[in-house]
């Protein structure tokens, strides 16, 4: 241990510290499969202590628990999702659930979104819809929920204190596109972030973006290291 962290105490974040999440991709009962990974952008600095521990376009994961698609005798179909995890800026993944509930709608009539456990539960809920044409569940891009952090849980400080200004550079910032190139000139993945840390990226890390570039084969390693030196783009 560090002595920087043996000196300042360990930051507890409590139980139920809300995080605000936006849905980065639509996602339907019609398609999604049963263990297929979701996405979700963090709204906003979540902020314990006068610290931040998660950025403001970070990203959570979700998994899809259950999905049914439409049925007979107007049963519409259902979609399950569980609020997995985020990762605090010290790279440490910490467990979330989700206990709020709301509403929503659909064109198979009302539909309630209950948000129970770990897991957000879509499922129609009028009976003067038994013997319409059911529907699929379809859950736009956009849609937001809070999620909260399941148990108090514990870290180092230091690693939220400390901060590591950029290395003085010359020419253009390092972008999203230089890493890609770096990567198809078949550099190793420790290469690359080293580039990336002696370097000022200005690098966009929207959640689509982060999707695009692991469907192109960039490692986590590497894409945990650019989340470390960009900020999103507007």
């Excluded at 998660?54 to 107007?74: C, I, N, P, Q, Y």
């Excluded at 809920?125 to 569940?137: E, I, Q, R, S, T």
């Excluded at 952090?149 to 230091?158: C, D, F, N, P, Q």
């Amino acid at each position: 241990m560090s002595l920087l962290s043996a000196e300042v105490p360990d930051l507890v974040i409590p139980d139920g510290t809300p995080i605000r999440l936006r849905l980065s991709r639509n996602v339907s009962s019609g398609d999604a499969k049963e263990g297929e990974t979701v996405d979700f952008e963090v709204l906003q600095d979540v902020v314990v202590n006068n610290t931040v521990i998660v950025k403001r376009g970070g990203v959570a994961l979700g998994t899809v628990t259950e999905s049914r698609s439409k049925r007979r005798m107007g049963r519409a179909g259902r979609l399950d999702i569980n609020i997995d995890n985020t990762r605090l800026i010290s790279g440490e993944r910490i467990a979330l659930r989700a206990v709020k509930a709301g509403s929503g709608g659909s064109n198979a009539g009302k539909m309630t979104l209950a948000i129970v456990a770990t897991t957000i539960v879509f499922f129609p809920v009028a009976p003067l819809f038994l013997f319409a044409k059911g529907k699929d569940m379809n859950i736009p891009k956009g849609t937001e929920v809070t999620a909260y952090t399941s148990g108090e849980i514990r870290v180092e400080s230091a690693p939220f204190l400390v901060t590591h200004p950029p290395a003085p550079t010359q020419g253009k910032p390092l972008t999203n596109e230089d890493v890609m190139a770096l990567k198809a000139a078949g550099f190793s993945d420790s290469v690359i972030i080293a580039k990336i840390a002696a370097s000022a990226p200005s690098f966009n890390t929207e959640p689509a973006e982060l999707i695009e570039l692991r469907a192109k084969g960039l490692g986590d390693a590497v894409i945990e290291q650019m989340l470390k030196g960009g900020a999103p783009q507007k």
